[in-house]
């Protein structure tokens, strides 16, 4: 998919990987809906975007991916702003075992919500055009990190959702293909005070083994890949993104 003219609606916006994936989008020519619980931030990144690309292609919603009602209305918003939406990327998510509901309710249901939603509005058998869905994994999702059980199983979810839903099955019923982006260590605002992200303090020596040679890399790499994947990804297919290196499409045996 060419994402020039195509209008993308994008969770977790406000800041960090998802400002990145929003500002890469509308320079390649997409039109933009931020979604975002940080209004404060959601309104300044409006405002920077708008100046810069026009107040014409660019829309901030208020949006917490836990509250299903609003994050409805994100969608219809955006579709009563843009006319349609080609691209969801469902890209909130937290790092706290700590507050481990939460964190799967924003990293888990919340993607679940995003795709159910894309499928509701974008599907062709609902009366849309189909489209795209992207959701954030990580490389947790492969190797889970023993000191964060809890996030590493929210986001091995991720994957096993993606590629179900991904299936030429689904793809034939809704039109919507549905890919996964998997990043390493991202310069982010995910970990910020590690200590109260563990479930528990005596975890930290876990941490610092699991994080070791993990590298980092900058969110607009990241952005940079998820512009790749659009392009050339095929629905079903999940991709890592890590230690600055091009995005690579994880292969899984055939069952």
């Excluded at 990043?183 to 994080?211: H, I």
């Amino acid at each position: 998919m060419d994402v020039k003219g195509r209008v993308a609606l994008v969770t977790g916006a406000a800041t960090g990987i998802g400002r990145s994936y929003a500002e890469e989008l509308m320079n390649h020519g997409a039109k933009v809906s931020i979604c975002d619980i940080n209004a404060e931030e959601g309104e300044k990144l409006y405002h920077t975007l708008a100046s810069r690309h026009g107040k014409d292609r660019v829309l901030f919603c208020q949006c917490d991916v836990t509250d299903y009602p609003q994050f409805e209305e994100a969608f219809k918003t955006t579709i009563a702003t843009f006319g349609h939406i080609d691209i969801v990327i469902n890209n909130a998510g937290i790092m706290n075992d700590r507050f481990w509901e939460l964190e799967v309710d924003i990293n888990l249901n919340g993607v679940i919500r995003g795709t159910l939603l894309a499928q509701r509005f974008l599907g062709i058998d609902k009366g849309g055009r189909g489209g795209v869905v992207v959701n954030t994994g990580s490389n947790v999702s492969f190797n889970p990190y023993v000191s964060v059980p809890i996030y590493s199983a929210t986001k091995a979810a991720i994957v096993s959702l993606t590629r179900a839903f991904g299936d030429q099955y689904h793809v034939g019923l809704t039109g919507v293909r549905v890919i996964a982006i998997c990043m390493g260590a991202t310069k982010s605002n995910l970990v910020r005070d590690v200590s109260k992200q563990l479930l528990s303090p005596r975890y930290e020596d876990a941490w610092r083994r699991d994080t070791a040679n993990s590298g980092s890399q900058t969110s607009e790499h990241v952005a940079k890949s998820l512009i790749h994947v659009l392009s050339s990804g095929k629905s079903g297919s999940v991709w890592l993104v890590e230690h600055g290196q091009p995005a690579r499409e994880i292969t899984f045996s055939k069952h």
